[in-house]
């Protein structure tokens, strides 16, 4: 069973959000460092199209909510349960409610649709928006989760692994280990791997460790503690692992908040590398570099060999960077006043930046065709493309 009801993890978690925005050393601050002005213009963020989708603004503070393309069309999940079906050029093909809110990006698979909403369920629809099952998880989910061919797992805000039959919804299994009681807003999500010992689904918890469970059943087949609490304070304590686990061959990379950025064995869980690094998200690699954004927003690249670190930018200093979006040799990210920033991903050089949502964004940018879309608070998706100057 969780070990908090959902209303009691969300008061929680909003505590420990408001006080880290003030606290400088935990990586956020009140007010976020201020853009240069002029903006770099080394290209040009060119909007290709725009949509405004509801005329409230999408203000759920725990929804991490982003488009989803599946097929010649992207599927856009607003808070206030509606999902919104757009062609390729932006054209509003489909509009669905579907419940009182919506906490996580949808997720496809076979001509099926996952929806999780904040009364902490999850519901399967197909494409006709018929519901197929639903099923409660006890807690809700902010991220997305991992749908396979017999199983979809889902992380609730609680620390709670579950498992669920895909075909019915019924519950498999659960994992819970124990939580701290005040934890950042976000929960890691659920990846599959293979191990030593056979399929697992590995993932981030709020007590600092990283785990991989049996597919079969949710045994623990291995885990390692990224970070430990120390200090006299429950906001000094925090060591979350937020970070989707990145899968690279038999390898894996993750950090977590006042942790480490650690390179493991999949099949074992060994520990081959480790390297002081507090983030809450995910390493990127494109085989040459590996990238990440810290806890103060700073961009990184590191030598996969050596992790010796290549070029750093500090420009976004608290401005809580989104995942990074890895595209055509740029490094996309968003921040948390709705601008969108282009990197150049070999040499760090700040390339340009345009504010996509006056409202400001808590989502990623995601790759579509040439470009990358962009959901902002203000209920906009934007589809924009890096053109030369």
Same mark, same amino acid.
């Given at each position: 069973?969780?070990?908090?009801?959902?209303?009691?993890?969300?008061? +929680?978690?909003?505590?420990?959000?408001?006080?880290?925005?003030?606290?400088?050393?935990?990586?956020?601050?009140?007010?976020?460092?201020?853009?240069?002005?002029?903006?770099?213009?080394?290209?040009?963020?060119?909007?290709?199209?725009?949509?405004?989708?509801?005329?409230?603004?999408?203000?759920?503070?725990?929804?991490?909510?982003?488009?989803?393309?599946?097929?010649?069309?992207?599927?856009?999940?607003?808070?206030?349960?509606?999902?919104?079906?757009?062609?390729?050029?932006?054209?509003?093909?489909?509009?669905?409610?579907?419940?009182?809110?919506?906490?996580?990006?949808?997720?496809?698979?076979?001509?099926?649709?996952?929806?999780?909403?904040?009364?902490?369920?999850?519901?399967?629809?197909?494409?006709?928006?018929?519901?197929?099952?639903?099923?409660?998880?006890?807690?809700?989910?902010?991220?997305?989760?991992?749908?396979?061919?017999?199983?979809?797992?889902?992380?609730?805000?609680?620390?709670?692994?579950?498992? +669920?039959?895909?075909?019915?919804?019924?519950?498999?299994?659960?994992?819970?280990?124990?939580?701290?009681?005040?934890?950042?807003?976000?929960?890691?999500?659920?990846?599959?791997?293979?191990?030593?010992?056979?399929?697992?689904?590995?993932?981030?918890?709020?007590?600092?460790?990283?785990?991989?469970?049996?597919?079969?059943?949710?045994?623990?087949?291995?885990?390692?503690?990224?970070?430990?609490?120390?200090?006299?304070?429950?906001?000094?304590?925090?060591?979350?692992?937020?970070?989707?686990?990145?899968? +690279?061959?038999?390898?894996?990379?993750?950090?977590?908040?006042?942790?480490?950025?650690?390179?493991?064995?999949?099949?074992?869980?060994?520990?081959?590398?480790?390297?002081?690094?507090?983030?809450?998200r995910s390493i990127q690699s494109d085989g040459e570099r590996w990238y990440g954004v810290n806890a103060q927003s700073h961009l990184k690249a590191f030598d996969p060999a050596t992790m010796n670190e290549l070029w750093s930018l500090q420009s976004f200093q608290y401005r809580q960077l989104s995942e990074i979006l890895l595209k055509d040799g740029y490094l996309f990210v968003a921040d948390i006043k709705g601008y969108v920033h282009v990197i150049d991903a070999e040499t760090g050089e700040w390339l340009t930046s345009r504010q996509i949502d006056w409202k400001g964004s808590n989502s990623d940018p995601i790759e579509f065709q040439d470009g990358v879309l962009f959901q902002g608070r203000s209920s906009r998706i934007k589809y924009l493309v890096v053109e030369p100057n």
């Amino acid at each position: 069973m969780p070990n908090k009801n959902t209303f009691g993890r969300l008061f +929680l978690i909003a505590a420990a959000s408001a006080a880290l925005l003030g606290c400088s050393n935990g990586g956020l601050r009140e007010e976020p460092i201020e853009l240069i002005d002029p903006l770099p213009s080394v290209v040009d963020l060119k909007v290709d199209w725009w949509r405004i989708l509801d005329n409230d603004t999408d203000l759920n503070a725990f929804a991490h909510l982003n488009p989803t393309v599946y097929g010649d069309s992207i599927y856009v999940p607003l808070a206030s349960g509606d999902v919104y079906k757009l062609s390729e050029n932006g054209k509003v093909l489909h509009k669905q409610h579907l419940s009182s809110g919506i906490t996580a990006p949808v997720v496809f698979a076979d001509e099926e649709m996952l929806v999780l909403n904040n009364n902490g369920e999850a519901h399967l629809y197909n494409l006709s928006y018929n519901e197929i099952w639903s099923s409660r998880l006890g807690a809700i989910s902010v991220e997305q989760p991992l749908v396979t061919e017999y199983r979809i797992f889902v992380q609730t805000i609680d620390g709670r692994v579950n498992a +669920l039959e895909r075909v019915t919804g019924r519950l498999l299994w659960a994992y819970q280990d124990s939580e701290p009681d005040l934890t950042i807003t976000g929960t890691s999500r659920p990846v599959l791997i293979e191990t030593d010992q056979g399929e697992a689904v590995v993932t981030g918890l709020s007590n600092g460790k990283v785990v991989a469970l049996s597919v079969a059943d949710g045994s623990v087949l291995w885990e390692y503690r990224i970070a430990r609490a120390s200090g006299t304070t429950d906001i000094s304590r925090l060591v979350d692992v937020d970070a989707a686990v990145t899968v +690279l061959d038999d390898r894996l990379i993750v950090s977590g908040y006042q942790g480490d950025m650690v390179v493991i064995d999949a099949g074992t869980g060994r520990v081959l590398q480790a390297l002081p690094f507090s983030s809450f998200r995910s390493i990127q690699s494109d085989g040459e570099r590996w990238y990440g954004v810290n806890a103060q927003s700073h961009l990184k690249a590191f030598d996969p060999a050596t992790m010796n670190e290549l070029w750093s930018l500090q420009s976004f200093q608290y401005r809580q960077l989104s995942e990074i979006l890895l595209k055509d040799g740029y490094l996309f990210v968003a921040d948390i006043k709705g601008y969108v920033h282009v990197i150049d991903a070999e040499t760090g050089e700040w390339l340009t930046s345009r504010q996509i949502d006056w409202k400001g964004s808590n989502s990623d940018p995601i790759e579509f065709q040439d470009g990358v879309l962009f959901q902002g608070r203000s209920s906009r998706i934007k589809y924009l493309v890096v053109e030369p100057n």
